[in-house]
Nanobody
Framework: QVQLVESGGGSVQPGGSLRLSCAAS????????MGWYRQAPGKERELVAR???????NYADSVKDRFTISRDNAKNTAYLQMSSLKPEDTAVYFC?????????????WGEGTQVTVSS
């Protein structure tokens, strides 16, 4: 059973910073990619950032130059450093991972962590 456990959400003032962590646990052969999506009230879930096994990254245009995704392969953990936060970054952030197990390759999701940016 693969699990993704997120941590690091919370409340911050505009211009502040937060760091999210996502740790994958369970039995698997490889983590092909990890990342974060977010969903604000009344909006669809959208990609924020992802990092592929080879280290390449993708970011939503709205977070480029403010957010940085990184990965510690030894710990099966990904990090999202969020800086210069804006009220429009307020959302539930979901960790996502594309993982290959003994029997299949699937997408996995964390339960989500709330990020609130408000003065």
């Amino acid at each position: 059973q693969v699990q993704l456990v997120e941590s690091g959400g919370g409340s911050v003032q505009p211009g502040g910073s937060l760091r999210l962590s996502c740790a994958a646990s369970g039995k698997f052969f490889s983590i092909d990619a990890m990342g974060w999506y977010r969903q604000a009230p009344g909006k669809e879930r959208e990609l924020v950032a992802r990092i592929i096994k080879d280290g390449s990254t993708n970011y939503a245009d709205s977070v480029k130059d403010r957010f940085t995704i990184s990965r510690d392969n030894a710990k099966n953990t990904a990090y999202l450093q969020m800086s210069s936060l804006k009220p429009e970054d307020t959302a539930v952030y979901f960790c996502w991972s594309h993982i290959t197990t003994e029997t299949s390759t699937d997408n996995y999701w964390g339960e989500g962590t709330q990020v609130t940016v408000s003065s």
